[in-house]
């Protein structure tokens, strides 16, 4: 908070203090020793103590914009002398709010009485040109040793504001195999967009295989491509535009064991096999077709075995009526027991089978291509921000753990903070454009648990930035006699500007006066436009602290002054 400190309470000090305002720029952190003169006080009451002030010596303004911050750097030794900066307004225009007391920061030297420095932060609330005055106090009150004033021209920009996105769904996770359907279903689907639903994340382990819009809800079917784990996101965006709604389910895919081809020959007559569905069963068996006799297969259990195709020969050369194999194939249809037998006979069968060849199989359940169903989720909706707003996500911390999303050009994001039961994400906007974030939730098992997403859109503008305003210089009090006159000389250049030197504010009564109208001096050159100077004749009327502030204000009324002038004037 900005404390007011009138003359009254700064009796015995008189201090120099001289702020100028120029059309541009920002302001300096280097010293300008030449920017204020010692005041000449002569030994004689009658003669006059003169101070010139350049203006091209003068701190410069302080451009900034509504939402900005304003760092102010002064130099101090509180700990060793117990002096303390403390602010004053200077004109109420309420276009700077201060972010609490000056920060005391210790010096970087480890000597005994170092001087350090004291920051002050002001937000930049709304547009105008503010002045605030700094004076470094001792304990107790008492003579300042040291002032400083600081003159801001705001502009219109933003002020940031706080966007809570909510915890509007978190989708839990859908588990399940390579080859599987994945139906889900997202409630509340917006109806504008109920053909621009789209997938933007997901793949290799998930495709898209058909989606249509039913009562209100997006049914959307997708296929398990690969194993792993993904996080699917989609979006529903109407014609190219930012997204409506955002929808985020995390997915793990399992990769089932393959089938397997069992290849039987002679030496397995009279072996029992152990398969699985899905698995498939070649045998081969020397034959040679050009005899009368055959290998022919009894007829198969069709519930566990089926035959396919036919038997192909591979003959041992290429001479005519050579013997060969015969190789047959068989495909494991379901579970249960079955026996595969072949007979050698004649053809046609006129006897019984000269040999006979047998396996039996014993065959479980194989892996069978099944839908799982996500439980229908409301999608999130879309947040629309400017540069320098925050976006604070809000998700439940029993969920997991949840991962920090990456951050963009458009979204910076913040480390995942446990409050209480919630998890707090922040987001801080920063460039144009349009991002989805993304977060999941890992049990303890190390699979993701749930899974949050949203749209955000940032809109066209500048972020606010924090502007650093620099300590110049601070200058020792006027001392003059009771009786003794002096004249404060300040740069000005009417001719051409038409700008003004004026008395602002002259407090208490009694203590100086001015001695009749400010004289006008022309300029030491005869170049167009140059500059000449003001000045101002005062007298010391009785012992007290006066405080002078003087403007160069334009022509006409309400104008914004474009230099500040003030100084304490203290009579002996």
Not at 87 to 109: C, E, H, R, W, Y
Not at 493 to 516: C, F, H, K, M, R
């Amino acid at each position: 908070m900005r404390k007011k400190i009138g003359a009254a309470g700064l009796i015995g000090a008189a201090l120099l203090l001289a702020l100028g305002v120029s059309a541009c720029g920002s302001s300096s952190s280097s010293d300008s020793s030449s920017a204020v003169a010692s005041v000449a006080a002569s030994a004689s009451p009658a003669a006059a103590a003169t101070t010139t002030v350049a203006m091209g010596q003068l701190p410069e303004v302080v451009h900034a914009r509504v939402g900005d911050t304003i760092t102010v750097m002064l130099h101090s030794n509180t700990a060793s002398t117990g002096y303390q900066w403390v602010t004053q307004d200077l004109n109420d225009a309420a276009v700077l709010k201060q972010d609490g007391d000056g920060v005391v920061i210790a010096p970087k030297s480890k000597m005994v009485g170092a001087p350090g420095h004291t920051q002050f932060k002001f937000t930049v609330e709304k547009e105008g040109v503010d002045e605030v005055g700094f004076w470094y106090q001792p304990p107790g009150g008492g003579t300042a040793g040291a002032t400083w004033a600081l003159v801001v021209k705001a502009s219109a920009g933003h002020v940031p504001v706080n966007v809570d996105a909510g915890e509007d769904y978190t989708a839990e996770t859908a588990q399940m195999r390579v080859g599987d359907s994945l139906v889900v279903s997202i409630g509340n689907a917006a109806d504008s967009g109920r053909h621009n639903w789209q997938m933007i994340a997901g793949s290799p382990q998930l495709k898209l295989l058909s989606q249509k819009f039913k009562g209100g809800n997006e049914i959307v079917t997708f296929g398990g491509a690969s194993g792993g784990s993904t996080t699917l996101v989609m979006v529903n965006r109407p014609t190219g535009d930012p997204p409506l709604q955002t929808y985020a389910l995390p997915v793990t895919l399992k990769v089932p064991k393959a089938p397997i081809t069992q290849q039987l020959n002679k030496k397995d007559n009279g072996e029992s096999f152990v398969l699985k569905t899905g698995d498939t069963i070649q045998v081969s068996l020397m034959d040679q077709p050009s005899t009368d006799f055959q290998w022919k297969f009894q007829k198969l259990n069709a519930k566990v075995l089926k035959q396919v195709g036919k038997p192909k020969f591979f003959a041992d050369n290429g001479l005519m009526g050579s013997k060969g194999k015969m190789v047959w194939t068989f495909t494991v249809v379901g579970p249960g027991k079955a026996p595969l037998i072949a007979d050698y006979q004649s053809v046609p069968a006129s006897a019984m089978p000269v040999k006979t060849w047998q396996v039996n199989v014993a065959a479980k359940p194989g892996f069978t291509p099944k839908t799982v169903s996500a439980s229908t989720t409301d999608p999130a909706a879309s947040v629309h921000v400017l540069p320098g707003d925050q976006i604070k996500l809000k998700l439940a911390s029993s969920a997991g753990a949840w991962s920090k999303p990456a951050s963009t050009k458009q979204l910076k994001a913040s480390k995942p903070a446990t409050q209480g039961e919630q998890t707090v994400i922040t987001f801080t906007a920063g460039n144009h454009g349009t991002v989805t974030p993304v977060t999941v939730a890992t049990a303890s098992a190390g699979y993701p648990s749930q899974a949050y997403a949203f749209s955000a859109t940032v809109g066209k503008g500048k972020a606010p930035i924090q502007v650093d305003a620099a300590e110049r210089h601070a200058v020792k009090p006027i001392e003059v006699s009771a009786g003794q006159a002096f004249d404060i000389v300040l740069e000005s250049n009417s001719g051409s500007t038409g700008y003004t030197w004026q008395v602002a504010n002259l407090e208490p009564d009694g203590v100086i006066q001015q001695q009749g109208d400010p004289t006008i001096q022309a300029p030491s050159t005869d170049l167009p436009g140059a500059a000449g100077q003001t000045v101002f004749h005062y007298k010391g009327l009785a012992a007290g602290t006066a405080e002078l502030v003087l403007q160069y204000t334009p022509p006409g009324e309400g104008g914004i002054p474009a230099a500040v002038y003030m100084t304490m004037v203290n009579v002996q």
